[in-house]
């Protein structure tokens, strides 16, 4: 029920604005049931020189789009609490979403941009008005009649017009000589508009209804003079024990298993409910293919078919990790994003980032050191890669009780990051795409199954938590990428969930091609057995496809890094594995492991 509700709450809105759904994850955890975990984000372009704001003493406080009601209210707040059978009758906390307003108040906010119409703009998010009207006139000062907000119903009071967060409503100021030209565009565009207040230039927010003053704070209190709130943030460092697993004569079964597991498995029937082709940008997409269904790991559009540039959209999010350590969570989610975008075609020196934090609470002091941790990581890496952060958000509180029992959500972070490629025509999929090609390992690999997919699958709970490894992950994302530039690499794939084993079963998979495939080639950190090789999820790691004609010029580009050249694509639909004594540990065909891997979702496909 919850998966079904979220598929289609993201499909009906974009989609009916014509925005096209390219990438996504879903990721399943027992913890995430009472308080399931929900991220959307958007990518759009703009001319840059209509990048700024700048309120003006005098200009018009206008609220436009829809009608504002009590669906909303508390909404911010509602998302930083704590759940139980209290909080199931708050509905008002839930905006009520229409998608074809939203879209006639883009249409007419583009023409109102394009026209040099308003000075300063801000959508309305968490605490609505009261939030976008108070941040755009942070450094001047306002004067707002409340009972100027167009309402849906009559019965709000002064506050509650004040925080909803009705949904499609966006606030702008404006010189009162464009109102006419605005009023104008909006009556054509068929959307509501209303001058509710004017900014003034004496760093005070004066809020009036029906000819009474009902508030009145300098912005220098709001902003610069507000009390700091001081919280205790302790972190218990977990001792980490390596668990050496039993060798195992045959790892074919557990390959198999892990294909099926949710978190792996295929997830086609939720991707082929959105649009990815709305607008014709297109380039590569999140999933491919009818009869050989392929998974890319990153998404690749062209928002302007007039030029060759494209946007490679990428995310990383492991929130196991943080069972052992916060901060590798992070630094690993980090790595991951930027991995995604590398095996498409991206680069470091294009790339950006957003992050999400969806945590615990914050008074509770080990809550609150991890999010301290995941945090600093997120400085440490930033900094490492050159990969800038220039947005994010977080939501606290997602806890719940359940029969008197306190359930947190392990503490999660998503990273979305996107890289400008100059030419969309070099970018790459991670399927094979003919036999007898070589297949590389860029990376090295270590016994990193903490928290693995492999682990939990065999229920262990402990264990080493992936690390990047900074002597080497920035020289590997920068040389592959420049390999790929220049048109080495047929093909390419990260290794993340599942590690080795299941990254090469998905190239095979995509492609219907087999591959033979060396585990003594595998370039190692230490002594491992063949279990951790093949399910290590150890970070900065690729499947790279190469022609043969191709292998002296790739090999001398990545010299000096982790490289093994660990086997080949075959025609035989089979992937084989073979140990460091050349014995065959895996030989499964790749009809059945695709079986396997579409199996989980059967009953929505």
């Not at 703009?121 to 009649?145: F, H, N, P, Y």
């Not at 509501?192 to 207040?197: A, C, H």
């Not at 790279?544 to 025609?571: D, S, T």
């Amino acid at each position: 029920r919850i998966i079904r509700g979220v598929v289609r709450g993201v499909r009906d809105y974009g989609n009916r604005m014509g925005i096209p759904t390219v990438a996504g994850a879903v990721l399943f955890d027992k913890r995430f049931l009472g308080n399931p975990l929900v991220y959307c984000g958007t990518l759009g372009i703009m001319p840059r020189e209509k990048s700024f704001k700048k309120a003006e003493a005098g200009d018009l406080i206008i609220l436009c789009g829809a009608k504002t009601g009590r669906d909303g209210i508390h909404g911010a707040t509602f998302s930083s609490r704590e759940l139980d059978e209290h909080t199931v009758g708050l509905t008002s906390a839930v905006q009520i979403g229409n998608a074809i307003e939203e879209k006639k108040l883009t249409e007419a906010i583009i023409r109102a941009r394009d026209e040099n119409l308003f000075t300063a703009i801000t959508d309305c998010g968490a605490g609505g008005i009261s939030s976008a009207i108070t941040e755009l006139a942070s450094e001047r000062g306002a004067v707002v009649d409340l009972e100027k907000v167009p309402l849906k119903y009559k019965g709000l009071s002064y506050t509650e017009i004040w925080i909803s967060e009705s949904q499609e409503r966006m606030v702008f100021f404006a010189g009162e000589n464009n109102l006419d030209k605005l009023k104008k565009i909006f009556e054509e565009e068929g959307v509501d508009l209303t001058v509710v207040g004017r900014v003034e230039d004496d760093r005070k927010l004066i809020l009036n209804y029906k000819n009474h003053c009902v508030c009145e704070l300098d912005m220098d209190f709001i902003f610069e003079n507000l009390p700091r709130e001081e919280r205790e943030a302790c972190w218990v460092v977990r001792e980490e024990k390596l668990n050496r697993l039993r060798e195992k004569d045959n790892y074919g079964r557990d390959l198999t298993a892990l294909l099926k597991r949710p978190n792996i498995a295929c997830k086609d029937w939720i991707l082929r409910e959105y649009d990815h082709e709305v607008q014709g940008g297109s380039v590569v997409k999140s999933i491919s293919g009818i009869e050989n269904v392929a998974v890319n790991d990153s998404a690749v559009i062209r928002p302007k078919l007039s030029s060759d540039k494209c946007v490679a959209v990428g995310m990383g999010i492991n929130p196991f990790y943080s069972d052992i350590d916060p901060y590798w969570m992070s630094a690993l989610a980090i790595d991951e994003a930027l991995r995604n975008l590398v095996c498409v075609g991206g680069d470091l020196k294009n790339t950006y980032m957003l992050d999400n934090f969806s945590w615990g609470s914050p008074l509770e002091p080990r809550t609150l050191g991890g999010l301290v941790r995941a945090a600093k990581a997120c400085y440490d890496f930033a900094v490492y890669f050159g990969v800038p952060f220039i947005s994010g958000k977080d939501s606290l509180y997602n806890e719940y009780m359940v029969g008197g029992k306190h359930i947190s959500v392990p503490g999660t972070l998503l990273i979305s990051a996107f890289s400008v490629i100059d030419d969309w025509q070099k970018t790459l999929t991670a399927s094979f795409k003919q036999p007898a090609n070589l297949i590389y390992l860029v990376g090295s690999t270590a016994a990193h199954l903490g928290a693995s997919e492999y682990f939990r699958y065999l229920g262990f709970e402990e264990g080493m938590v992936p690390r990047v490894d900074k002597s080497s992950a920035k020289s590997i994302f920068i040389e592959l990428s420049r390999t790929i530039n220049r048109g080495l690499v047929e093909s390419c794939h990260d290794l993340s969930e599942g590690g080795l084993g299941v990254s090469l079963a998905e190239m095979c998979i995509g492609s219907g091609l087999g591959a033979s495939v060396f585990l003594s080639e595998v370039p190692l950190t230490e002594d491992m057995l063949e279990g951790e090789i093949l399910f290590s999820e150890s970070p900065t790691r690729f499947l790279v496809e190469v022609e043969k004609k191709n292998k002296e010029e790739f090999e001398k580009a990545m010299h000096g890094l982790p490289l093994g050249l660990i086997g080949c694509v075959a025609e035989e639909e089979n992937v084989s594995i073979f140990n460091r004594h050349n014995k065959e540990i895996v030989k499964e065909s790749v009809g059945v492991l695709k079986k396997a891997w579409l199996s989980a979702f059967s009953e929505f496909r």
